[in-house]
């Protein structure tokens, strides 16, 4: 019995030998480019421009994009390898790349072809910076509660309203914006939101005050203020109800096909910090000498890090599994998508702790660099949908399957 999917056919990933040379290609630009930087950008709180220029070069921003529209390739293993091995060095550069992602994928998606060509381009190259602003003072993960509204007047759309803690919007050329349209309707809530590609540079657009949130040094999110701002009607995205024509009004589900493929980028943020925390561990503890004998002689601190591995690789499996099951488009990778992020991010944050203990007072020390890795863990549990909302949409997939 396979149940809750469908064949045990459905339980199988996807690798090739391209993909570990990908994967090597990485680890090298994070080892020599980005790890020599860290202490830099946690003081600073601002990732160098030579990391931008070192990963253009390496075409590290079109990772999991089409090459017709500048990208390396549609490939999503490929790109949750990319975001594992950044976030083993530097998680706040891989929450970059992962910002960009949320940009480019709905437009991708649901974007015409003159919005795809004018927009996923530059952004691929990594001449242009994009964000997702979703998020508002009233409303997280309640998408369809949001208050921005847009009002059509003319050829144009009128955006007023506030998003907040959005990440990359300091650095940001491009955002992918909801807002309400139309009062939504009875019984659906959801109805009455529409989706926009907004410009910096478009009349009313602000970047707020930045965020000092606890972790991701060098990418804190910022508000982005929307004040009588005016987009084009032309920059609406597309509907994605093959048997709905007008695309105003029903963006709600653009935002929610968005984070089911994004969240897998997530959960590989997961994967990258509890393998660089159970590294570090394993070198600690055979280092560290007391009474005589290297740590790790204990059970103490052995049996933590062997829970590390074991919660590594069951987070790994999972992560890597809904990709492919997306790459496959199988309907299946919703519910593996939720299920990988939910765990990835709870086992980087638990093997987060672990690692902490096991260097003791060292591993609260911001100079060695530990416990960077436990406050970005933090928000990985929270942001792209938090792990509570995972659980829902866990319940929600799996009775679906009951009916």
């Not at 570090?280 to 280092?287: D, F, G, M, P, R």
């Amino acid at each position: 019995m396979v149940f809750p999917f469908n064949d045990i056919t459905d339980f199988n990933i996807s690798l090739r030998p391209e993909h570990e040379l990908f994967r090597k290609s990485v680890r090298k630009f994070a080892e020599d480019i980005l790890e020599p930087l860290v202490p830099e950008i946690e003081r600073s709180g601002e990732i160098p421009e030579i990391v931008f220029d070192k990963a253009r070069e390496a075409g590290l921003f079109g990772v999991g994009v089409p090459e017709e529209y500048g990208g390396q390739g549609e490939d999503i293993i490929s790109y949750v390898i990319l975001k594992e091995e950044l976030a083993r060095v530097c998680p706040a550069f891989s929450a970059l790349i992962g910002a960009n992602h949320l940009f480019m994928i709905p437009v991708l998606l649901f974007g015409n072809e003159e919005q795809k060509r004018k927009y996923i381009p530059p952004v691929a190259r990594g001449e242009k910076f994009a964000a997702h602003a979703n998020t508002e003072p009233c409303c997280g993960s309640d998408i369809a509660g949001i208050q921005t509204t847009a009002t059509l007047e003319g050829n144009k759309y009128i955006i007023n309203g506030r998003k907040i803690f959005i990440t990359n919007a300091g650095k940001a050329d491009y955002f992918f914006v909801t807002a309400r349209t139309s009062p939504p309707k009875e019984g659906k809530r959801w109805w009455g939101i529409t989706a926009f590609i907004v410009e910096k540079s478009f009349p009313g657009v602000k970047i707020g005050s930045k965020f000092d949130v606890i972790g991701l040094n060098g990418e804190h999110p910022y508000e982005v203020i929307l004040d009588n701002a005016e987009v084009p009607i032309e920059n609406v995205l597309n509907t994605p109800y093959k048997n709905v024509r007008d695309p105003v009004n029903e963006g709600f589900k653009i935002a929610l096909i968005t984070y089911d493929r994004s969240r897998i980028g997530i959960a590989a943020q997961g994967v990258g910090i509890a393998e660089a925390v159970l590294e570090k561990a394993l070198k600690y503890s055979l280092e560290r000498h007391t009474f005589g004998q290297p740590i790790i002689s204990y059970q103490g601190i052995s049996f933590k890090i062997a829970d590390m591995l074991i919660n590594l690789q069951a987070a790994r499996l999972l992560t890597y599994w809904a990709a492919t099951l997306a790459i496959q488009d199988q309907e299946e990778y919703i519910l593996a998508a939720s299920l990988a992020k939910t765990l990835a991010t709870e086992v980087a944050e638990k093997s987060a702790l672990y690692a902490i203990k096991i260097h003791g007072g060292l591993g609260v020390d911001k100079e060695v660099g530990i416990e960077r890795y436990l406050r970005d863990a933090v928000i990985t549990t929270i942001y792209e949908g938090t792990n509570d909302i995972q659980r829902l949409t866990i319940i929600r997939q799996l009775l679906k399957r009951l009916k």
